[in-house]
């Protein structure tokens, strides 16, 4: 079974070696965890956030941590959800799978992940979850070097979806 747990949390707070960022393609900060991370990191995580020239959707680009106790922040924009038609699965996939790709380069053991593209950009609970779940444990199996992933949800209700697709995943 890989290594993938669930917690109720705030990502700001994980000492790990890198936490991921549900950002946007511009990389300058927003609401959400993304507020909550450069506020945690301070200012330097913006002045090298804007050496990146932004992101694509589905791709991720690595900072270091800062004032937040993880070492690195993995930046990734998710998509916004619009009907499901628009390639939006592909992409939330894309989003999981770069950030460990990132995380394998840079040396990463312990990678924890918020709820990619569920908050503002409205991508269906149930859906995102079993997606992350799925290619998490996907890229896992193949990647012993990332000793431990966690998705640390912000509330409840996303936590119960979590544990649930985990569990469908045993
Ligand atoms: N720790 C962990 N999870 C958090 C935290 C936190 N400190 N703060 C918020 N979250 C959770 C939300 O509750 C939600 O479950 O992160 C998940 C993702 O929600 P958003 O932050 O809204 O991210 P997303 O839906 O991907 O939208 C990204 O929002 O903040 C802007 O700049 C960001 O434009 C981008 C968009």
Redesign the pocket.
Known sequence: MPNIEVILG???KQAVDAIVN???CSLL????????IHRAAGPELLAECRTLHGCETGKAKITKGYRLPAKYVIHTP?PVWQSGGYGEEALLRSCYRSCLELASQNGCETVDF????????HFPLEKASRIAVGTIAAYLAEHPEIRRVRM?C??AR?KAHYDRALAELA
Do not use: E, H, K, R
Request: net charge negative; proline share 4%.
């Open positions: 705030d990502i700001t549900a950002a946007n900060g927003g609401g959400g965890v993304d507020g909550a998710g918020p709820s990619i593209s569920t908050g503002v950009y640390v912000f509330d996303t």
